[in-house]
Nanobody, 121 residues
Framework: QVQLVESGGGLVQAGGSLRLSCAAS????????MGWYRQAPGKQRELVAR???????NVADSVKGRFTISRDNAKDTVYLQMNSLKPEDTAVYYC???????????????WGQGTQVTVSS
């Protein structure tokens, strides 16, 4: 099982920036795609950005041009740089990792515990 630990959330004023980090730990796995999702109160969880182990990305239209996803494959860590934050970006942000278990070659996923991002107007 892969464990994910997120950090970097907090309270920021509109127009400000935050950087989220998510580090994976465990053994016996090969990491595939990693990504960030968010869930605002009363809304469904939605994809923010996702990056494959080859560096291919897809980013939600609502954050395109403001958020950048990147990863360090050597550290199994994914980052989300969030600039020009808006109040509507307020949500709990979750990290997700897709990985292959080396012992069985099966694909599994893990979620982080979530980190709160609050943008004040």
């Amino acid at each position: 099982q892969v464990q994910l630990v997120e950090s970097g959330g907090g309270l920021v004023q509109a127009g400000g920036s935050l950087r989220l980090s998510c580090a994976a730990s465990g053994s016996g796995f090969s990491m595939n795609a990693m990504g960030w999702y968010r869930q605002a109160p009363g809304k469904q969880r939605e994809l923010v950005a996702r990056i494959t182990n080859y560096g291919n990305t897809n980013v939600a239209d609502s954050v395109k041009g403001r958020f950048t996803i990147s990863r360090d494959n050597a550290k199994d860590t994914v980052y989300l740089q969030m600039n020009s934050l808006k109040p509507e970006d307020t949500a709990v942000y979750y990290c997700k990792a897709d990985y292959r278990r080396l012992s069985t070659s099966t694909i599994s996923s893990s979620w982080g515990q979530g980190t709160q991002v609050t943008v004040s107007s």
